[in-house]
T-cell receptor
Framework: AQSVTQLGSHVSVSEGALVLLRCNYS??????LFWYVQYPNQGLQLLLK??????LVKGINGFEAEFKKSETSFHLTKPSAHMSDAAEYFC????????????FGSGTRLQVQP | DTGVSQNPRHKITKRGQNVTFRCDPI?????LYWYRQTLGQGPEFLTY????????KSRLLSDRFSAERPKGSFSTLEIQRTEQGDSAMYLC???????????????FGEGSWLTVV
């Protein structure tokens, strides 16, 4: 079985500060890992994905994440937060076999203070 | 490519009524997924199709729920005899099974909000 744990349901940063959203995964097989962002009343937009190529993955809007197998982590970072980054962020895991459906974490709401 | 399209975006219904949601996936995507998301939670897998075949249903999908994808293109999710606990956002997503380059990327629609009163 696969699962992800997102540490911290709410994270608040100041505009211009570093953003760090934590995600740890559990998987019996090499995982595919994803970060999605959800703005209010909207669907999910893919930020970035790890598919066993480079361990440091760059995504849209200046976000990046590093896959660390030894720590079973896939934390999302952005050097400088913008007000427009305020949203809900979901980490998700899938396998490369079977239904390949995503298993999501419970989400982290990012607030950006002016 | 217009993305995954879902209709209606919002539906308010009385308890006991039936509702149906439609999903149009990205063109040529052979996999289609339905998820449910309640407030403050991540999306939960409900079911998925490969072409027209429904390959798996979650235990979350009670007998009142039925999903179809008759021609391997659009899909419908019907909820019969709605209950207040069915209030949630229903998300549709699609992917192309054989596109390893995309890394199993699943693309989501905007979701259909259901409120049962």
């Amino acid at each position: 079985a696969q699962s992800v744990t997102q540490l911290g349901s709410h994270v608040s940063v100041s505009e211009g500060a570093l953003v760090l959203l934590r995600c740890n995964y559990s998987s019996s097989v090499p995982p595919y890992l994803f970060w999605y962002v959800q703005y209010p009343n909207q669907g999910l937009q893919l930020l970035l994905k790890y598919t066993s190529a480079a361990t440091l993955v760059k995504g849209i809007n200046g976000f990046e994440a590093e896959f660390k197998k030894s720590e079973t982590s896939f934390h999302l970072t952005k050097p400088s937060a913008h007000m427009s980054d305020a949203a809900e962020y979901f980490c998700a895991v899938s396998k490369d076999t079977g239904r390949r459906a995503l298993t999501f974490g419970s989400g982290t709401r990012l607030q950006v203070q002016p | 490519d217009t993305g995954v399209s879902q209709n209606p975006r919002h539906k308010i219904t009385k308890r006991g009524q039936n509702v149906t949601f439609r999903c149009d996936p990205i063109s040529e995507h052979n996999r289609l997924y339905w998820y449910r998301q309640t407030l403050g939670q991540g999306p939960e897998f409900l079911t998925y199709f490969q072409n027209e075949a429904q390959l798996e249903k979650s235990r979350l999908l009670s007998d009142r729920f039925s999903a179809e994808r008759p021609k391997g293109s659009f899909s419908t999710l019907e909820i019969q005899r709605t209950e207040q606990g069915d209030s949630a956002m229903y998300l549709c997503a699609s992917s192309f099974l054989f596109d390893r380059a995309s890394g199993n990327t699943i693309y989501f629609g905007e979701g259909s909000w259901l409120t049962v009163v």
